[in-house]
Every structure is written in C-alpha cells, then in structure tokens.
C-alpha cells in the first residue's frame, strides 16, 4: 500500500503499474481495472476511490480477529487461495479447514491474492464445481 502511487502521468503508466503488480491480469482484467479504477482528472490519472485514505487504514488499524467466524460456519464454505498470495499463507489455509468440518479449500498454481484475475477460467471452474457439489453431492 505504501507504494501505490497516488496519480500517474498518463494511460501508459496507469497501465504499467497494473501489469508490474498483477503480472497474471488478463487484458480484460487490465482493461477493467483501468476504467473503473481510475480516471482522467487535470492532466494526470488519479484513483476514483481515495487511494492514500485506504492505506493509512489499511497500514495503522489492528487487524480484525477472523477466527471466530471461520470457526462458527455452519454451511460449506469455499477458500480459494493464489498459490503466490501475499495476503493468505498456505498454513493458514490449512489451519482454516483443520479448524471447521464445513470449510472447503482449494489453491490455484500460477496465481496472486488475485485468483479471479490472474486464472479467471481455473476460478469459475472451481466456484461452479463447488456450488454443483452442494445441489448434487457426489459429483
């Protein structure tokens, strides 16, 4: 968060910080985020949400104790983890299907915290199983 610009001179540079930090993001993916993330605003490109508001949150409040939601699912629940997460470690993952019956886990290779960017087929596939196994167990 600290080193997410706040503006960039144009479309180019927009574009290239995209692609350095999600080396995976399909062009549609790109082409999402550069148009309902940004904007165009006197001559630079700027974020449309208040990009330096989220960091200072995001880097000075104290995390939020999730355990005891993860623990307290009472219904099958679906993690998908980026096998290059920087966000949630393997062991976590584990210790959240170890901790609840009801958690279902799965990691996808070649993929950032970002899965449905950077393997947007692989996500859809493993969302679609998931929720077909729960209408027809078994399958």
């Not at 393997?119 to 729960?134: A, D, I, T």
Request: charged share 25%; with cysteine; aromatic share 8%.
């Amino acid at each position: 968060m600290n080193q997410t610009p706040l503006r960039f001179d144009d479309w180019h540079a927009a574009r290239a910080f995209w692609q350095a930090s999600r080396p995976g993001l399909s062009e549609q993916g790109l082409a999402s985020r550069l148009a309902h993330s940004m904007k165009a605003s006197e001559g630079v490109i700027t974020w449309r949400h208040d990009q330096q508001g989220i960091a200072e949150a995001r880097l000075s409040i104290e995390p939020t104790d999730l355990w005891p939601a993860v623990r307290a699912l009472d219904c099958p629940t679906l993690f998908i983890r980026g096998a290059r997460s920087d966000f949630l470690p393997a062991a976590t993952l584990q210790a959240m299907r170890d901790c609840n019956a009801q958690v279902r886990t799965a990691e996808v290779a070649d993929a950032s915290h970002y899965v449905h960017d950077d393997q947007g087929e692989v996500f859809n596939r493993l969302v679609s199983e998931f929720l077909e196994n729960l209408v027809t167990p078994g399958r």
